[in-house]
């Protein structure tokens, strides 16, 4: 079955940026998208986007256009996310989500609590 | 992109029925039949509950229905029991390889 297991808690200061990674097993890496979302502490969850595993060609939300970066590396079957210019409002935890051939998300990793604090 | 517009609350008593609505616009909700729904109970990631509008994944219990009208899209839990209790989220393709979600909605079982 999917699996899809993410990095440890962070802690970063304003300005700085994060590196989550998502860990996938249980089917073949090349073959979905993966995505990402974040939810802050007592809000709803945000799409940030998604990149092609195999191609590395990636999608991102209009919000977080300059700021953020996916990428992945096949060899271990991994993906990641890189968040710059963290803000407080950053604080959140960032998840991995794979939505095998669809256009939904059935696949979630266990999420990464990201706090931004001086 | 603005997130779909979701119910802040509903509540409902043991073996009754609730409908959540997830309003969009003629750029996602209505332009494509590919809402899905995401329970989430508090410290765990969202479960998938519906996808393409009306349909279950294997395991869902058939008390979870799906609908979508427009712009609209709804959720529909028959039969409420305690273990509803938790957090509901929905969530649309909404063209040009972007995803929005609603904003949630808190669901209270009296």
């Known amino acids: 079955q999917v699996q899809l297991v993410q990095s440890g808690a962070e802690v970063k200061k304003p300005g700085a940026s994060v590196r989550v990674s998502c860990k996938a097993s249980?089917?073949?890496?090349?073959?979905?998208?993966m995505h990402w979302v974040r939810q802050a502490p007592g809000q709803g969850l945000e799409w940030m986007g998604r990149?092609?595993?195999?191609?590395?060609?990636?999608n991102y939300a209009q919000n977080f256009q300059g700021r953020v970066t996916m990428t992945r590396d096949t060899s271990i079957t991994t993906a990641y996310i890189e968040l710059s210019r963290l803000r407080s409002d950053d604080t959140a935890v960032y998840y991995c989500t794979n939505p095998g051939a669809g256009s939904w998300f059935d696949s979630w990793g266990q999420g990464t609590l990201v706090t931004v604090s001086s | 992109q603005s997130a779909l517009t979701q119910p802040a609350s509903v509540s409902g008593s043991p073996g009754q029925s609730i409908t959540i609505s997830c309003t969009g616009t003629s750029s996602d909700v209505g332009s494509y039949n590919l809402v899905s729904w995401y329970q989430q109970h508090p410290g765990k990631a969202p479960k998938l509950m519906i996808y393409e509008g009306s349909k279950r994944p294997s395991g869902v219990s058939n008390r979870f229905s799906g609908s979508r009208s427009g712009n609209t899209a709804s959720l529909t839990l028959s039969g409420l029991q305690a273990e509803d209790e938790a957090n509901y989220y929905c969530c649309s393709y909404a063209g040009t390889s972007t995803w929005v979600f609603g904003g949630g909605t808190k669901l209270t079982v009296l």
């Open positions: 249980g089917y073949t890496f090349t073959d979905y998208y």
């Open positions: 990149i092609n595993p195999n191609s590395g060609g990636t």
